[in-house]
């Protein structure tokens, strides 16, 4: 080998230099003498005493400190020493003379490894936390299964009611829960029912141990393939979870059921559990347990069911608010209706029969027999809930579960223990019903009339201003025969109840100005004055608010018809609603926008929903739409609140076992100005005064209201309040009993005897009488002072009056001067002087009578230095002195003329 490729040989420490000087003399190549080791041939670096085998072996001395830093003989010295038993400074990782690291019990991190190895866990640490860990489960577990306690049966289906209390705490019904429970032991139950719920709910039933994981994974396929599903849960977990009082969905809830299922697997035999489970599951329309459901379906005991039967009943198990026939919409309008229902129930009532035939538990021939869904009986209403009872406990029922944020559903509700406060007032709701009854008694007569005075219907509502609390209701006639709640939309349309949100709208928003676009800003519109002065003619053109004439879908020109066709000339608006005219307030509605008086009414307390009519439509204005009569109630409640809105209320507080679990909370938000919602109040003040609502008046007491009334006598409504109590009354005739959604409106020409029906005629009686018993006792108190607002404008093609050349030139008689025409009317009222805040002007200053209508529409006014409304038109009309104003009909003559 050349010399300049040998290097030359470099002394050599401990630890890595060793190694490699192993490997060296292990492949033949020249190493220097291990240290401590002394080479009595050059045979011995190859033989079999060597302290090296290898590189491994190398490395095992290393670690063991033999090949430690500054160890043995030769190698690299500093400061010398060459005895294996001193350390001279090298470059392994031992160190000569290090003893092994001892071990703990729990060898972690790990001894005598390093680097990543340190941290890894050996196999026997791991198995024993594993078992460690198994252990405490099983005796966590054992614990648990020792401590809970299997459900007794009949302590868990203790009957319980739902009670019902009046506002002042005193009870008004018990009823609700699950009233209809009996107990019945195992050989009661047929065989043909427990096949059914077996087959349609556990097939494993007699053979599993409660838990049936097979069970859940069938469920889960049937479920994402669509296919009729089994619930996931055997019977025995059912009867434990239904046993239980508590129904929240937790997790230390559903631990615990776990726990008691296999207690009770191993503690009850399959019948006790089969006969629990029928007898305190749940079927619908309060009936807990198969002999309470067996009745109420079926009007029979449960031995008596046959297969068929058995196979519906079992049905109602999956959830009896979708599959009961009769329906359940007051839980879901949409998917729970007795069409609906009633496929599902079908549906599923033949494949649980299909299901027995393939489980050999049901002889095909047997099948074959029942090839007809078994229809159960209608549903039955409990006798205590009967006359405005059953309504109140309906509408507070369905109020809680709309509103509890607890998840108080109504299967949980029906399985009783509830008591819920109430909003009604005892006396209250005696008094409203006293009203309805009075009219019923003398003035509806099915058997002398009956093209007129079959199907007629009232409904009524009646809400605090100050709270939103509904104080009382009235329904129907009975709750167990006439089934719908005419205190909730019935689809009768409000009419002329509707004005007051235009008028409201108008001072709020303003009128647009014609010069502009459609969507103006508050800069670019004029508030409008009740003392506006609008065109109050019959079949009046109605124009777009930049005066271009609405047609409808076919180009015809939209003419605004008033209620019995009177033409009133201009008057102001205030005018306008006390008689009632519709041409004034259409127009209103244009010049403001009807999606302008949309929000007012939703703001006043209306629902944008179903019930809310087209609002691009001019007739918007007067009373298209058909919200409940609480809504209706609750909204001009706004207004005798000054414009602070509460949402109404029928429940105050509920309590379940003791442990209040809702309780109203009011929540009160501004509609509007308070000077528009005063103001609105004195216009509708004047109406009851001197307008179409003078049968509503009380005596001593302030009261605003509007009469209403629509198309061809199909509706009436009277809409009113005191600064105490805001109610409202409709009225309307159906072709059929009410009870089913696709009812029709039938005119009420001739009904009670009267030539027509309007606002002022029953409905106003009504309110009247209910109001006078309603606030008998209670102090007096008048509504706030209406300050002026807005500015007089002029619509509806009334103009704006021009000064005559003298008005520069004042003479002294100038303030004395009246028109003609006007010393040959009536004298006004004294409170009826032009001032320009004066809300009892009528402007009878000018024109002359015009025939029937009162009044020369022309408009053409006397000279006067004051500048003024137009004149004529309404001359003597307008005061209801003409030949067709106030009394110029059979029911003006009673009931103060006729309404809108």
């Known amino acids: 080998m050349s010399e300049h490729r040998r290097k030359t040989p470099q002394p050599q420490g401990g630890g890595r230099a060793a190694a490699r000087r192993a490997a060296q003399q292990s492949s033949g190549r020249r190493a220097a003498p291990s240290r401590g080791v002394t080479s009595e041939s050059p045979s011995d670096s190859h033989g079999g005493d060597s302290p090296y085998g290898g590189r491994a072996a190398a490395r095992r001395a290393a670690q063991r400190g033999g090949a430690g830093r500054g160890g043995g003989g030769g190698g ?33 991190p790990r001894a005598g490894k390093y680097g990543f190895r340190r941290w890894v866990p050996s196999w026997k640490l791991v198995s024993s936390l594993c078992i460690g860990f198994l252990g405490l489960l099983m005796g966590l577990a054992g614990i648990a299964y ?25 009870q008004m019904v018990a009823t609700g829960g699950a009233v209809n429970r009996q107990i019945i032991g195992f050989e009661q ?23 049936d994981p097979m069970g859940i994974a069938r469920a889960l396929f049937n479920m994402a393939t669509g296919g009729e599903t089994q619930g996931g849960s055997t019977i025995t977990q059912q009867y434990v979870k239904n046993s239980r009082l508590s129904q929240e969905q937790t997790l230390s809830r559903k631990f615990q ?44 005991d449960a031995v008596d069911l046959n297969p068929s039967e058995c196979a519906f009943l079992a049905t109602l198990l999956k959830g009896a608010s979708y599959y009961d026939p009769a329906g359940a919409t007051d839980v879901d309008p949409v998917q729970a209706t007795p069409k609906l229902n009633t496929e599902r129930a079908i549906k599923r009532w033949r494949w649980i029969l299909d299901e027995e035939v393939k489980d050999g538990r049901l002889s095909q021939a047997e099948r074959a027999k029942y090839t007809e869904f078994p229809t159960p009986l209608q549903p039955k209403k409990n006798a205590q809930l009967s006359g405005q009872t059953g309504y109140l406990v309906e509408l507070a029922r369905q109020y809680f579960l709309s509103n509890n944020t607890e998840g108080v559903t109504a299967e949980m509700l029906a399985r009783g223990g509830y008591q819920i406060r109430t909003t009604f007032n005892k006396k209250k709701v005696q008094e409203l019903d006293d009203a309805v009854q009075k009219v019923y008694d003398s003035k509806i007569k099915p058997k002398q009339r009956p093209k007129t005075d079959t199907h007629v219907q009232f409904g009524g509502g009646s809400v605090d201003p100050k709270t939103g609390a509904i104080v009382a209701i009235y329904g129907g006639q009975d709750a167990t025969k006439h089934f719908t709640n005419n205190a909730n939309p019935t689809g009768a349309q409000v009419g002329s109840t509707f004005k007051p949100f235009v008028l409201a709208a108008a001072m709020e928003y303003g009128k647009r100005n014609p010069a502009l676009g459609e969507d103006q800003g508050p800069s670019d519109r004029t508030k409008v004055s009740p003392l506006s002065i609008y065109n109050a003619d019959d079949k009046l053109k109605i124009k777009k608010y930049n005066g271009e004439i609405w047609t409808d879908e076919n180009g015809k020109e939209w003419l605004q018809a008033n209620d019995g066709h009177e033409s009133r000339g201009n008057i102001t608006l205030r005018e306008a609603m006390q008689w009632s005219a519709n041409s004034p307030y259409v127009q209103l ?15 006043a307390g209306l629902k944008d929903d179903e019930q809310m009519a087209d609002s691009h439509v001019p007739s918007f204005s007067i009373g298209t739409s058909s919200p409940s009569a609480i ?11 000054s414009g602070q809105q509460r949402e109404p209320y029928s429940v105050s507080e509920v309590k379940h076992e003791g442990k209040t679990v809702y309780r ?102 009504i309110w009247h009488d209910y109001m006078a018993g309603a606030l008998k006792g209670q102090p007096v108190v008048n509504f706030p002072e209406a300050e002026p607002i807005g500015d007089k404008v002029y619509g509806g093609g009334a103009q704006s009056p021009r000064p005559t050349p003298t008005a520069t030139t004042p003479l002294p008689s100038t303030t004395v001067t009246e028109s003609p025409s006007k010393s040959m009317s009536p004298s006004p009222d004294p409170t009826d002087t032009c001032g320009t805040w004066d809300w009892d002007c009528q402007h009878n200053n000018g024109g002359t009578s015009s025939g029937a209508n009162g009044g020369d529409t022309s408009g053409g006014s006397s000279p006067s230095t004051t500048p003024g409304p137009p004149t004529g038109g309404n001359a003597n009309g307008g005061n209801g002195n003409g030949g067709n104003g106030n009394g110029g009909n059979d029911s003006g003559a009673i009931f103060g003329g006729p309404a809108g």
């Open 257 to 300: 059921e776990l726990f008691i299922t296999l207690k009770v697997t191993n503690d009850m035999k399959k019948n006790e559990i089969m006969a629990g489970y029928l007898n305190v599951s749940y079927y619908g329309r309060g009936a807990s347990g198969l002999q309470a459901a067996a009745r109420t379906y079926y009007g029979k």
């Open 631 to 641: 809504r209706m109630a609750g909204a001009y409640a706004t207004f005798a609140a």
């Open 76 to 108: 690299r010295r500093r400061g010398g020493g060459g005895d294996g038993g001193h350390e001279g400074p090298g470059r392994g990782r031992g160190r000569a003379g290090q003893r092994p690291a001892k071990k703990r019990f729990i060898d972690y």
């Open 146 to 170: 020792a401590m809970v306690e299997k459900p007794k049966v009949n302590e868990a289906a203790e009957a319980q009611n739902n009670v019902y209390l009046w506002d002042d705490g005193k």
């Open 664 to 765: 109203h909370k009011e929540a009160t938000k501004r509609a509007f100005d308070a000077a528009i919602a005063d103001n609105v109040t004195d216009v509708l003040k004047n109406v009851v005064d001197k307008g179409t609502g003078t049968p509503a008046q009380l005596p001593g007491r302030d009261v605003a209201g509007k009469t209403g009334t629509t198309d061809d006598n199909k509706s009436a409504w009277f809409v009113g309040y005191t600064p105490q109590l805001s109610t409202a009354i409709s009225m309307y005739r159906l072709d059929d009993d009410a009870t089913n959604k696709n009812r029709k409106f039938e005119k009420m020409y001739g009904t009670g005897g009267e030539k027509t029906i309007h606002g002022a005629s029953f409905p106003a009686q």
């Open 189 to 211: 139950i047929p065989e043909a029912m427990r096949n059914a719920v077996i087959s349609a709910e556990n097939k494993s039933f007699e053979t599993d141990r409660g838990i």
């Open 589 to 603: 509605g244009m010049d403001v926008g009807t999606d302008k008086v949309k929000e007012i009414a939703v703001a």
